[in-house]
């Protein structure tokens, strides 16, 4: 099993949760993040980034 493997095995189970990166009020990032830790980052002009900012949109 490898150390990254190892990591993930002990670690905690935290929810995935997103945050919006904006400038000048435009979205030019999302960040994929879990618990404190950034996962990875999707672009908001991405179809995925285009299906995570329409949920925030009709949640609001």
Do not use: C
């Amino acid at each position: 099993m490898s150390e990254e493997a190892v990591q993930q095995a002990e670690a905690p189970t935290e929810d995935v949760h997103y945050q919006a990166v904006e400038k000048e009020g435009v979205v030019t990032a999302i960040w994929e993040m879990q618990g404190q830790r950034h996962i990875r980052t999707i672009d908001p002009r991405s179809n995925e980034g285009k299906q995570i900012l329409a949920l925030f949109e009709t949640a609001a």
